[in-house]
């Protein structure tokens, strides 16, 4: 009972050196942050977009705020995503590199308080008969082996964070783990839209590879009857190698189209990170895939700053600022405390009595006279790093306002060719129709129907591709505002607690 009483009041003491320690640490030299200025304009220069309705449809919600689960109203594509959350690998080593990040602010905050611990000795020395002296002191030669024991608590070389220099460094390895938190959480939202333009695309492809299997029957079942009617007499040689021509370039189609649909579905396993499973809801027709079939006006550029990678740039930023703090403090004395309090004595049942209590403290102080140009160097190389920082920063608003910016007029050129092209695909297909009509009284050759079929095939083609590109553009749209990051969805990481 008494080893645990002497041993706790030597942890009382050691606790308060510590503390006075603490207490003597000041501020930080860091500079204070101020945000640089965005050098993008207040208004997207074409069709700003404040906000989009929620999935109930009423409410007016940023679309940094929906999260992809509300963003997105097709089963299928929901499950995929949500399958690409759990599996995908970028994703897993993005989770590791948070952790890594966390992990290296634990160290280097640790330093900011001592690092206690409690040691024990016994030594047994048996001293040289003829070397004229004895190891124990007081003690005769006719002692033949030397006994010591000790026990204490303490810390060793501890820095005293006088002008901040630690406390800097567990400013700038926080911010670099934050960096890591918006890394991770920007290549979620970067990983949703993959997954949906991937969706999309296969879509398209399976569409166009509907249209491709109809046009190979129709065109088959034409060639039958040209061939039919020249083995009558009712038509000539070359009208039937036109209709075989004409059958053989929508059979390619089909081959393409079947590979393109399968490299589509290969692309969509490598993003969601494990096999499609064989029991997902069947999908939705191309473009009921989001709940934004377009936007509405008036969006300020300031919601560019809700995006995770301009978050991330700033946190980098954040970052090379507090480092300068810590190349300035190099210029300055650092403190060092070496503490103990324990317990010695040359005979173990004596060592847990009041006279064998002992203690230690040894102060120290480093000033540096000479470094030859070593810390300036440290400290331009630091604001260096921080304005190229600065420069990354702004470089990062101004890409992601160019992005919001090309999708936006894209979104209005996208509406209206779309529009075009349904009247196209109306048009040609009459001609088509009008096509047949007049070779089939013979007031036409084949060939004009051979062209206005293989104008509305193109045609046809045509518009799917448009409607792929034109919600590709949604989602982008979508992505570029920040969407895609919903805390009710996905847990975020561990973020280290900031000083």
Request: aromatic share 8%; proline share 5%.
């Amino acid at each position: 009972m008494k080893v645990f009483s002497r041993m706790g009041g030597a942890a009382t003491r050691s606790g308060s050196v510590a503390l006075a320690a603490l207490l003597l640490a000041g501020c930080t030299m860091t500079p204070t942050y101020h945000r640089p200025k965005a050098p993008v304009s207040d208004k997207f220069p074409a069709d700003p977009m404040p906000a989009v309705k929620a999935g109930n449809g009423n409410l007016q919600t940023p679309a940094s705020d929906i999260g992809w689960s509300d963003f997105f109203i097709d089963p299928r594509l929901k499950a995929l995503i949500a399958i690409a959350m759990r599996e995908n690998r970028d994703l897993r080593q993005a989770a590791a590199s948070v952790a890594q990040a966390a992990g290296q602010y634990d160290i280097q905050h640790a330093s900011l308080f001592p690092p206690i611990g409690a040691s024990g000795q016994a030594m047994y020395m048996q001293p040289s008969q003829t070397a004229g002296f004895s190891f124990a002191p007081g003690v005769g030669q006719s002692i033949s082996t030397f006994r010591y024991y000790s026990a204490g608590i303490g810390f060793s070389s501890y820095e005293i964070d006088v002008f901040g220099r630690i406390r800097s460094l567990s400013n700038a390895a926080a911010e670099t783990a934050l960096k890591q938190v918006a890394a991770e959480r920007a290549l979620r939202i970067s990983i949703v839209s993959q997954v949906a333009n991937a969706y999309l695309a296969w879509l398209g492809d399976k569409e166009v590879l509907d249209i491709a299997i109809k046009a190979t029957e129709n065109l088959g079942e034409n060639v039958r009857l040209v061939r039919l009617r020249y083995d009558h007499g009712e038509e000539n040689l070359m009208t039937v190698r036109q209709a075989e021509t004409q059958y053989d370039q929508a059979r390619q189609l089909r081959a393409q189209q079947v590979r393109l649909v399968a490299q589509d579905e290969n692309n969509i396993t490598l993003l969601i990170g494990a096999p499609i499973p064989a029991d997902l809801p069947p999908p939705r027709p191309l473009g009921e895939q989001t709940l934004m079939a377009d936007v509405p006006e008036g969006l300020p550029s300031e919601l560019l700053f809700r995006r995770p990678d301009i978050i991330e740039a700033e946190h980098d930023l954040l970052s090379a600022n507090a480092n300068i703090g810590a190349a300035r403090a190099a210029f300055f004395p650092k403190f060092t405390l070496t503490a103990t309090d324990g317990i010695s004595s040359l005979m173990w049942h004596r060592l847990f009595t009041a006279p064998a209590t002992t203690w230690g403290l040894q102060p120290n102080i480093s000033i540096p006279i000479f470094t030859w140009g070593q810390n300036r160097g440290n400290l331009e190389a630091a604001k260096a790093e921080r304005d190229m920082k600065v420069a990354a920063y702004e470089k990062s608003i101004q890409t992601a306002f160019r992005e919001v910016s090309d999708t936006l007029v894209a979104r209005s050129t996208y509406i209206e060719e779309g529009r075009r092209m349904d009247d196209y695909v109306k048009e040609m297909a009459d001609a088509y129709r009008l096509a047949q009509m007049r070779y089939s009284v013979g007031t036409d050759s084949y060939l004009n129907q051979l062209v206005m079929q293989r104008n509305l095939l193109q045609a046809e083609q045509s518009r799917v591709a448009v409607q792929v590109a034109r919600y590709e553009n949604i989602v982008t749209l979508y992505r570029a505002l920040g969407g895609g990051w919903s805390e009710k969805t996905q847990r975020s990481p561990r973020v280290p607690a900031k000083l």
